[in-house]
């Protein structure tokens, strides 16, 4: 039998095969160039400090604020005072321009107190004797303007006297006076209204024509400025009243 020709050993392919190098970095290369404990503590310095001095800006900037808006308050305080008395003293003038107007009435219809006013009296002349026969003749004294407003503006109280039967004069300075069980009354303004009749036992009247016509109107309010709280001060308040 023949041999079988020996076979040539196959060249070892580990040794043909070069090395492939290694493209990951080096575990000790990115440890390097990770910051230090040191460098943290830089960083956080730095961030402090930064901080630091914008928070000294703010806190400057919050008392500059805070002093602005004190002046404003102080101001504003100041002002609504003055507004205050500035209300009460034209509400004050009202007054006092009506008791002037009573004055100059007075004065008027004194200087008048001889006058008199006929109607009735045909104003056409006829021929031959005049005369008065089936003609009414009314006289009337020549009152002031203002009196005859007022007059006609407190028609509805004097037809409720009259309806109750309380006896009334006409005074002057302008004024109503009325009698009962033996003792007066006098409404001299608007404001004495109410009083005049709850002491007459009658029932309260508005009449906003007379209060026009004397006062010019309404007074003003008088402004009122709120109490400022700071926010704790108004916390704690809430705070107990919900706790009352």
Request: charged share 30%.
């Amino acid at each position: 039998m023949a041999e079988a020709p020996a076979r040539t050993p196959s060249p070892d392919r580990s040794s043909s095969v070069s090395p492939v190098p290694s493209t990951q970095p080096d575990i000790h290369e990115l440890l390097a160039l990770l910051p230090t404990k040191a460098d943290l503590q830089d960083m956080a310095s730095t961030v402090k400090a930064s901080q630091k001095a914008e928070l000294a800006g703010i806190k400057d900037t919050l008392r500059e604020i805070g002093e602005k808006l004190g002046e404003m308050e102080a101001q504003t305080i100041a002002n609504s005072a003055a507004i205050k008395r500035t209300v009460e003293r034209s509400n004050d003038h009202h007054k006092h321009i009506y008791f002037l107007r009573r004055q100059l009435e007075d004065l008027e219809n004194r200087g008048r107190c001889n006058n008199i006013r006929v109607r009735g009296v045909p104003e056409t002349v006829t021929a031959g004797q005049i005369t008065f026969s089936n003609q009414k003749i009314e006289v009337y004294q020549d009152l002031a303007w203002i009196t005859l407003q007022q007059r006609r503006a407190l028609r509805p109280l004097t037809k409720t006297l009259q309806e109750k039967g309380v006896k009334y004069r006409w005074g002057y300075p302008f004024a109503l006076v009325a009698h009962k069980d033996g003792r007066s009354y006098t409404l001299r303004e608007p404001d004495d209204l109410h009083q005049f009749c709850n002491d007459l036992g009658l029932p309260v009247l508005e009449i906003e024509d007379w209060k026009q016509l004397i006062y010019n109107g309404d007074d003003l309010p008088v402004p009122r400025m709120q109490e400022w709280e700071s926010p704790s001060k108004r916390h704690r308040a809430n705070n107990n009243r919900t706790k009352t």
